[in-house]
């Protein structure tokens, strides 16, 4: 169970559509050990609620969701599930805008940087779990924030393609403005 080295934009890898598992691999030694190591680079950090494969320079549709309370945001639950071939099959609502960073997305200064995405508030999305069984869930709120910001790695997009440069902060920045 390793920590995996985490890649950073502009890798090419992270603008690749990742390749969706077939059931035998979801249930594989492989995948399974995928997931775990996903899971400890997730814990080695202090920030991270979720992770994709292809941010440990796996081009495969897994994502990682370990929500867990973090200095930005102290009052999250615990909430933790693995998704295989996620896809969002249904959105409800207008568009609210959220802070979000990535953990492979840094700005000149080597420290994440930050912006106020817009995502849907509501979402369905359908997906295999561990031992392979296609599921369908509703997420909202936060979870469902970051579900979406994970799918859009999967599918080859990054947080910062979705909003203007001139909106994106710096770790400073950030700081600053969510302690007002």
């Known amino acids: 169970m390793p920590v995996r080295e985490i890649v950073f934009a502009p890798n090419k890898i992270l603008r690749r559509k990742s390749r969706r ?10 995948s399974r ?4 190591d996903i899971y400890e680079t997730l814990k080695a950090g202090e920030y991270g609620v979720g992770m994709s494969a292809v941010q ?29 071939n996620p896809k969002i099959v249904e959105a409800f ?3 609210e805008p959220m802070w979000e960073g990535c953990c492979s997305v840094l700005g ?3 420290k994440s940087v930050y912006a106020k995405v817009p995502r849907y508030k509501k979402i ?12 369908k869930d509703t997420a909202s ?10 799918i859009d790695h999967i599918n080859g997009v990054i947080f910062t393609d979705l909003v203007a440069a001139e909106d994106i902060v710096s770790w400073d920045e950030y700081r600053k403005i969510i302690r007002r």
């Not at 796996?58 to 998704?83: C, D, G, Q, W």
């Open 141 to 150: 709120g936060f979870l469902a924030h970051v579900l979406q910001h994970e």
């Open 124 to 135: 369905c999305v359908e997906y295999y779990d561990e031992p392979a069984k296609k599921k």
């Open 108 to 110: 000149a200064d080597g």
């Open 21 to 30: 598992l077939s059931l035998l691999e979801i249930t594989s030694d492989e």
């Open 93 to 95: 609502g207008e568009k």
């Open 56 to 84: 440990v320079g796996e081009p495969l549709a897994v994502i990682v969701v370990m929500i867990r309370p973090t200095p930005n945001r102290p009052n999250l639950k615990h909430f933790s599930r693995v998704y295989f």
């Open 33 to 36: 050990s995928l997931v775990s």
